[in-house]
């Protein structure tokens, strides 16, 4: 275990969380509409939009309304996009002639791009023509971030508001957070990757001839502005099949460093965009720290177990780090465990290290941070609500043990409530478990497996619980361009996006209409360290348990063989 | 505050649990396993499919000679008796409202009525009348149902419904009309206007109560039985699932196995115990005599963060007692004293009462008898506004400042301004002046005040540690209610409160998003009653009161509403520390089954059996054995509640989950790890 390491590791948490702070802040007025100096910029832009649009921006909505546009929009996108992939072949911007994508493979990108999942069961370079990558693909990288920033912030309202009944306007919700936080943030990210070194171009492919006289094609594309968008929208899509760990996509220490602090970036800053919201910076710092501390705890696992690497390897009298194979040299253990960490950690799934090749229990923390439903820190938007229903189902269990009907910033938990955080934590379940169980019984699920034994069970497993927690990272080792595994994992992915909005947004719809009781002595407090290890003990109790039969079975198993045990 | 714990045990035969009471219990745990009985607890519910479908493993291993015959014969009974413990703990908790309601029924026993049809009197019986007959009730007889007094007046036994053997005085208009079915007059007689049709008494609701027959769940039980159904559904989904990952890896997990790691998993301590908690909370106001309309009132009652209470009876002893003579300049203090004390001894009400107790108390004036003195007693009138003797030619008067001194003036005499200062210390103080006089000389002033219970200052400083705010109602003027308000600890009070002022507060607190609790009894009482979270009605109130509030408090005493409030709030934390305890135990669970059930595939998570259980078979069967017993272990606890203590939320979190929490992590792995070694020195499995 080299200080070097860690001292990294360190200085990324810092430098995350002191950038995470003023831009939580910052889109917190964004989203109370109150004045941010950004807004002689954009807010010319924003009236256009909506002159064009015919939208009434003074006009919110109910739950209901709100989770209708949101759905129309997302369809739409899905739309558009499948099409886009159907009809590529007679669409400009295609110099490399890509023929039409199969139905089942479009039906799974369009699925994965609209829910900010980003699962790839092709090769882009190979593929998507440049007007897919960037009308559709790049386009939903910039929506379904949106979209998920959007549920959140209508959470949070449906938590603050009292006594009320709407949640916001979708529409003008979605504006803004493409206008004020994604946009700007991906311009100054992309400016900075090209000056590093991350292409962005427009070229035909390069045919090369390499030192040793073989043949070599180079994919060219405009990589750099899908590159920002990629790790700030937690979307994870590379351009390339080889995603972060291609040079074009990720050149250099500083973009590596840079792209992971991308990634957490926006979902760190929203805990203090709700803790101002709700009107207690307190209730967001408890998220924060709950977050950052089962993050430290995650990198901690994966940095410890790489390090600890193969023994078999090892036994073959390799010297170095055992555990390199599938890892890029240029980046090394810690920064492809922390890597990994962050990008399951985050709804992210972009790597720069093949998790197949981590070690079993360096590629169970990926997993399990999935599994968790991606709440350390999580996907835009995505990671906090679903942080917010373990804080409902943690007030709720613990709370009676202070002998008051549960509630949370002063709102009464009840069976509305709980009915659809239930069904917000059944869906990972339902999505993961069957899912796995179904591929791993079956000819169309096995004969796509690479590897024999729990690792092959651990390869589905965690192509079921990427889709199911829209992540999109691969374990890669599994040829997931089947119409079975397209089929099923694009069902999954459909699942545990809609699946989890939909009950938060009723959740933001039954919490807004309700009074708030003063906080008093007798509250039980929602703020503190005790809270915070709660909440921390109930997600991995509630969650973790769910899943440990499987895992037991797939990466638990095989780290116990790899040993030797 | 003490003297109502006095009452308790000594009203209704529910107090403990008896012998009978248990068989009767075990008879309905069987009952109860009809699953058009058992679907209402969806966990049990589940657990119940799951052992039919083990024992039918069963017999297919009788059939087949299967070598496993004997260890799923012991997973299958161990699964049944996880449903029963289940069903007892409920059938227990509702035996005791059982018990009482079935002596309840012997006092509704078949009467006849006197009714008036004009003037004739029909004898008909009780059941056959309806709202708005006329029926006459003479001493001796039973009041054949609820209504309310229209002429005459009585004394009553309501001993039936209260427990309380004092007679009470029944009469016509005013806040004692109302009658119950039921109890008997004793004196006297009364002509008592039908309220209620049969069935819908007072008593017959009464008795549904006690039963349970009409029990429905509580919001907050709603709620937690939807998360438990929820968590059930995960395992259900993390177990069967476990087949295909099994059958991948290149073995079979045998069902019963299956089955026992479900029941083992899903919530069921919590689940199998959750309707008893609540009928035992309902149970514990009972035997504080206090009984709520549903159960939705006593959750709410643990919610509730302002009290309104009603000075007199509940922060005040009731009547103002003699604290202090204070002579006029020139006068010693014995002088006025003795002219205190003689002017008071044929005063009946408890002032005087106390005045002559004061003065024995510090001038150790004996008591006279005013008949031998020879004395005349001038009564209180409305228009003198005071009161006194005539002795022996001295005429010595006490009253209000203004009537004393309108006296004295008329005898050509003077106040001196010191009397009126000493009557405006005493005003601002809250305490009510009496000043006394005698000829033409004010000899100076009686200082009552309203006493202050004892110890009540105490409680309303755990209240507010709780986060419970008093608020006194009193219809004294402003300065004597903040006198007695900072007195007693309140942290509010509405003074010169009338029906609208009280309800007005009510709803304020209420839009602040408090939850407000109070006790009434009068008639006006009954909108403000009817708008509080919490309206407790007085039995001896008046009908109109106990159908506003949604409980009845049989012994008449307001202060109570402290207790309702505990009662409630122990009832929350005890449901709370069990879900904890029920979910926490999870985890020693897994680390039992797991390793057993892929030993055989994989003999490398022998890793995870850190109880190093002796084999898969006992590791399996200790866990299901510990997951039934401990229901059964639950039982008095769920019954008694969790320990209550009025502290803050903070520190009382602490302590539960401590307590339940850590306690629920690490008792199964002791108690599994003991189970398995009997069981394997039993050679079990």
Redesign the interface.
Known sequence: MSTMDIVQILLYVVILTFLAVPLGRYMARVFSGEKTWTDPLFRPLERLIYRLTGTDEQTETGWKQYAGALLIFNFCGFIVLFFLQLLQKYLPLNPQGFGAVSPDLAFNTAASFVTNTNWQAYAGESTMSYLVQMAGLTVQNFVSAATGIVVVVALTRGLAR?SASTIGNFWVDLTRSILWVLLPLSIIGALVLTQQGVIQNFSTYLHLTTLDGGKQTLAMGPVASQEAIKMFGTNGGGFFNANSTHPFENPTPITNFLEMLFILLIPAALPFTFGRMVGNPKQGRVIFVTMLILFLIFVGAAYSSEIYGNPNVTALGISGPSAMEGKEVRFGIANSALFATITTAASCGAVNAMHDSLTPLGGMIPMLQMMLGEVVFGGVGAGLYGMLIFVI?TV???????????EYL?K????W???M???A??VP??TI??G???A??TKAG?SSILNSG?H??SEILYAFTSAGANNGSAFAGLNANTPFYNIALGIAILLGRFGIILPVLAIAGGMVKK????E??????TTGI?FGA?LAGIVI??SA??????L??GP??EH??MIG? | MQENVSHEGKKNPSGSINSAMIVEAIKDAFKKLNPSIMWRNPVMFVVEIVAVLSTYFVLRDLLTHAKTLGFNTQIAIWLWITVIFANFSEAIAEGRGKAQASALRKTRSETLAKKLDGEKIVNVPAPDLRKDDVVLVEAGDVIPGDGEVIEGIASVDESAVTGESAPVIRESGGDRSSVTGGTKVLSDWIKVKITANPGETFLDRMIHLVEGAKRQKT??E???T??L???T???L?????????????GTIVAVPVLAALLVC?IPTTIGGLLSAIGIAGMDRLLKRNVLAMSGRAV?AA??V?VLLLDKTGTITLGNRMATEFIPAPGVPAEKLADAAQISSLADETPEGRSIVILAKEKYNLRERDINNLGATFIPFSAQTRMSGVNLEGREIRKGATDAIEKYVREQGGIMHPDVITAVEDIAKKGGTPLVVAEGAQALGVIHLKDVVKGGIRERFAQL??????TVMITGDNPLTAAAIAAEAGVDDFLAEATPEAKLKLIRDY??????VAMTGDGTNDAPALAQADVGVAMNSGTQAAKEAGNMVDLDSNPTKLIEVVEI???L??T???L??FS??N??AK?FAI?PA??FAT?P??K??NIMHLATPQSAILSAVIFNALIIVALVPLALRGVK?EPL???I???K??LF??LGGLIVPFIGIKIIDLIISALGWA
Do not use: C, W
Request: proline share 5%.
């Open positions: 009292k189902l709720f269990i613990v709370g009676l043990m202070v002998g008051r009907t549960p002063g009464k938990i009840e069976s409530e709980i009915k955080a239930t069904i934590i059944l379940a339902v478990l069957i796995s169980a179904l791993s019984v096995t729990p092959g069970l009074k708030a009781v003063p008093g002595p007798g509250t039980f407090q005790l709660l109790i509630v348990l769910t899943f440990f039969p499987a037991a079975l638990i198993v116990l063989i045990k | 919001p907050n709603i709620a937690l939807i998360l159904l929820g968590l559904i995960i395992f989904l993390a177990v069967a699932t476990l087949e295909p990952y099994a059958i991948y890896s998993l959750e643990g919610d963060n507010r540690k709780m986060g419970i705010k209420q839009n602040k998003g408090h939850l409630g709030k122990q929350l934390m449901r709370g520390s879900t904890t979910i926490a999870d985890v897994y797991i059930l892929f994989y490398q998570l890793i995870l209550y803050g939320a903070n009382i979190l602490r539960n989950l339940y929490g």
